[in-house]
């Protein structure tokens, strides 16, 4: 028991004061989080525990895409809470049955497995195409090919078709038959994708791994390569997906259809939930009893996701994500010339775009969020020398504008630190 707990206090749990210092003792220390301890948000304004105000930029990492307590997901999932809560899998459900009718009338899919983050999503694409592979055309197509610096979730699975080592290491013996081939590189996966090719998993954008966009010619030989050995594509855009691309899905831009498409966290703004959604003739392989889990499509999930994909899908919301991206753009093209010495050029995808460092600031991404949030404003890195902006989609001009005054006052920040440290350090003789 932990000595904290233990020491005679008597107030209940809920009424205990915590702070960030409580993380160290009771958590497994699988995160870093910040010095501050968020309280309350409303929209893309968020307030830590001694009151002070931030702008978010992270959105949870892509995931609150109509912002902190949306008045239309609150009213629905209120009402939701107030008429029925969960069901096993015995039972279906009306929530779920009309997301399932959203989802596949808005995308190429005509069905969806429900389960609960972006990982499980990927879990389920991956099994479905082995089973696939396996009863259409026998047991020796079982490989899966993936992308370096890719990410896909946290199962073992998922971990071990995601292609950043660190995040395998220690967890051996892994899954088997998985390769990794470079990003946006032609040549290197047609070579990839043998007949016993079961799937081809990829990011239309890849978040973690920096935020670089996938190119229409490599999407395009991806799906060439896998009609033409009979693997599947998986697209996951547990990311890139509802909305913030700037279309409801990235492949709708891209023009490349996946065979199975993995949807998670903006889906349930908050709310967890994850989707694998695929046509029938891939669905039928996975039969009653093939694959499952207790809270996939939980009435009080999916009625949050059933108000998310309404609202966002429609086209003056995805022309307004588009308009703002390109204001947001602009903005940072304007800020990295004005400061070559800390930041590259800014890419990226509607609303998810990644500034890299320039090299003299190489590793130090964090540096810069650091001082950011200081000032006020949240943002997030995709690995040590990216700086990744991922605003709720309904971020207004104003909002715009305050973030790039805060992202110039930190640059200054940083860069005279720099300057300081460089000039209290004796120089090398
Ligand atoms: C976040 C993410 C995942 C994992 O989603 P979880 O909900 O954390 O399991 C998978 N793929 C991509 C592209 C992601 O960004």
């Known amino acids: 028991m932990n000595a904290m707990l233990d020491s005679g206090v008597t107030t209940r749990p809920t009424e205990r004061a915590v702070t960030r210092a409580t993380f160290d003792d009771v958590l497994v220390p699988t995160y870093a989080p910040a010095a501050m301890v968020p309280v309350r948000a409303a929209g893309l304004d968020l307030w830590d525990q001694a009151g002070k105000h931030y702008l978010d930029f992270t959105a949870g990492i892509a995931v609150t895409s109509l912002g902190h307590a949306h008045p239309v997901l609150v009213e629905a999932l209120t009402r939701q809470i107030n008429t029925l809560w969960h069901l096993g899998n015995g039972y279906t459900n009306e929530p779920v ?204 999930a999916a009625t949050v996701a059933l108000n998310v994909v309404e609202i966002i899908n429609t086209p003056a919301f995805l022309a307004r994500v588009k308009e703002a991206a390109a204001r947001l753009m602009a903005s940072l093209d304007v800020l990295s010339a004005d400061y070559p010495q800390l930041f590259g050029k800014a890419r990226g995808m509607g609303l998810l775009i ?37 605003p709720a989609l309904i971020v207004s001009d104003a909002q715009l504008d305050d973030a790039l005054r805060i992202m110039r006052a930190a640059a200054e920040q940083v860069i005279a630190a720099d300057a300081a440290h460089v000039a209290a350090t004796p120089a090398a003789v």
Do not use: W
């Not at 909305?243 to 831009?253: D, E, F, N």
């Not at 460092?357 to 810069?368: E, I, L, T, Y």
């Open 354 to 390: 990644g500034v890299p460092v320039a090299d003299a600031f190489k590793g130090r991404a964090k540096d810069f969020t650091k001082a950011a949030e200081g000032l006020g404003l949240m943002l997030l890195i995709a690995g040590p020398d990216v700086i990744r902006l991922a």
């Open 97 to 300: 049955l009309r997301l399932a009718i959203a989802l596949t009338e808005a995308t190429f899919a005509d069905r969806a497995f429900f389960c609960n983050s972006g990982a499980e999503a990927n879990e389920a694409a991956l099994k479905l195409a082995r089973k696939y592979a396996h009863t259409k055309f026998g047991p020796h197509k079982s490989r899966i090919i993936s992308c370096l610096s890719s990410f896909h979730g946290r199962t073992l699975f998922t971990v071990s078709v995601g292609g950043q080592a660190k995040y395998t290491e220690g967890f051996e013996p892994l899954p088997q038959e998985i390769n990794h081939v470079p990003y946006n590189d032609i040549a290197a996966a047609v070579a990839a994708i043998t007949d016993d090719v079961a799937a081809v998993i990829v990011e239309p954008i890849q978040g973690e791994g920096g935020v670089i966009p996938g190119q229409v010619a490599y999407l395009q030989a991806l799906r060439e390569r896998c009609d033409a050995t009979g693997a599947l594509l998986v697209f996951d855009e547990v990311q890139s997906g509802v909305g913030r691309s700037g279309t409801l899905y990235a492949y709708m831009q891209q023009g490349v259809t996946p065979d199975i498409l993995t949807s998670a966290k903006a889906l349930g703004n908050g709310y967890p939930i994850g989707a694998m959604l695929t046509t029938n003739a891939i669905a039928e392989h996975f039969g009653v009893g093939s694959h499952g889990t207790t809270y996939g499509g939980n009435p009080l």
